[in-house]
């Protein structure tokens, strides 16, 4: 197969500047590596921050490519790569931070460890879409947790990213889920099959409501700030609670009386230090047998982006303007 010299990749060459359309050459892949042609590319919210370079906890030197999450097809593997060859669908959490090429272009040289087969009956759009999300659910929920069938789970945040796929991975394995948000988000929770709780409700009264007052089994938190404080409220005693934005300065009493225990979960640490890269190909492994068994498909915003026109897609979301994930087609 000839390989393509060169591609077109938005380029971020300024910390809070527009990203530039370029063509520039197609990166050369490692013995461990796999040249995907890039058909569809995830945005989140973090891309945004790390545009504007307020997210120090994303290292990604300028100049960069941008883009977390990737949906193609494999176009050259390296010498040392045995699960995947020309051809293969496949998808990923592959860059775009840590000065690690990201998706925003027509090819990406991506370490084969953070790859999986992409899901047979999802489109590369919904493919794309996953990633970030299923990893920092699946870490939370599994790695941290140890979620167990029959266990009450209190997803705080049930129709966000990270929040909506929680529920189905939770519901996937046994769990009892429920699942907090705003009143118009009843409807998309209650879909996924999570029971809804307004989130302007009281912490006693939904844990007497739902628990009897005994407390969640496992409370995962993907709000932050005062959320992370009522999920130590919410817990049942000696139970669990996970959260993907636990910053800031918390008191940790509430937690400490129930004898329950707390886990982070930091999503982008195999990407930015090398370590754990197999596991988040494991994980979207499981991702791919989940979506091919009908247990998890993700939720799109209907609006569609080129790289022509990316920065209108950041913008939506700096608004916070977006229902579902936004995907950029290659």
């Given at each position: 197969m000839t390989r393509q010299s060169t591609m077109r990749a938005n380029v971020l060459e300024t910390h809070n500047a527009p990203l530039r359309l370029s063509t520039i050459s197609t990166p050369e892949i490692g013995s461990r590596e796999v040249l995907v042609r890039v058909r569809a590319s995830g945005v989140n919210p973090l891309d945004t921050k790390i545009q504007a370079g307020a997210a120090a906890h994303a290292r990604h030197p300028l100049p960069a490519i941008l883009g977390i999450d990737l949906a193609g097809?494999?176009?050259?593997?390296?010498?040392?790569?045995?699960r995947f060859k020309p051809g293969d669908e496949v998808y990923g959490m592959t860059g775009g931070v840590g000065g690690v090429q990201g998706s925003l272009a027509e090819f990406a040289a991506v370490d084969a460890d953070l790859l999986a087969l992409k899901p047979a009956n999802l489109s590369m759009r919904e493919a794309a879409a996953l990633p970030l999300i299923v990893i920092?659910?699946?870490?939370?929920?599994?790695?941290?947790?140890?979620?167990?069938a029959g266990q009450k789970v209190l997803i705080h945040g049930g129709a966000g990213g990270v929040g909506h796929v929680a529920i189905q991975i939770a519901r996937a394995f046994g769990a009892e889920v429920f699942a907090t948000g705003s009143r118009p988000q009843r409807a998309t929770i209650e879909g996924f099959g999570a029971v809804f709780i307004d989130r302007d409700s009281p912490v006693d009264a939904y844990v007497t409501q739902h628990t009897g007052g005994r407390g969640f089994d496992i409370v995962y938190d993907t709000v932050g700030g005062k959320v992370l404080d009522a999920s130590f409220e919410a817990v049942r005693r000696f139970g669990h609670v996970v959260s993907a934005l636990g910053w800031g300065t918390h008191a940790l009493a509430p937690l400490s009386f129930r004898a329950a225990t707390y886990s982070g979960v930091f999503?982008?640490?195999?990407?930015?230090?090398?370590?754990?890269?197999?596991?988040?190909?494991?994980?979207?492994?499981?991702?791919?047998?989940?979506?091919?068994?009908?247990?998890?498909?993700?939720?799109?915003?209907?609006?569609?982006?080129?790289?022509?026109?990316?920065?209108?897609?950041?913008?939506?979301?700096?608004?916070?303007?977006?229902?579902?994930?936004?995907?950029?087609?290659i």
């Open positions: 097809v494999v176009e050259l593997a390296g010498r040392e790569v045995s920092t659910a699946w870490e939370g929920l599994i790695d941290r947790a140890g979620l167990k999503t982008l640490l195999p990407l930015l230090s090398g370590e754990g890269r197999a596991h988040h190909g494991e994980i979207m492994a499981e991702a791919t047998r989940l979506a091919e068994a009908g247990k998890l498909m993700p939720l799109l915003d209907y609006r569609r982006f080129t790289l022509e026109n990316v920065d209108e897609a950041y913008a939506l979301i700096r608004d916070r303007a977006v229902k579902g994930k936004l995907v950029v087609d």
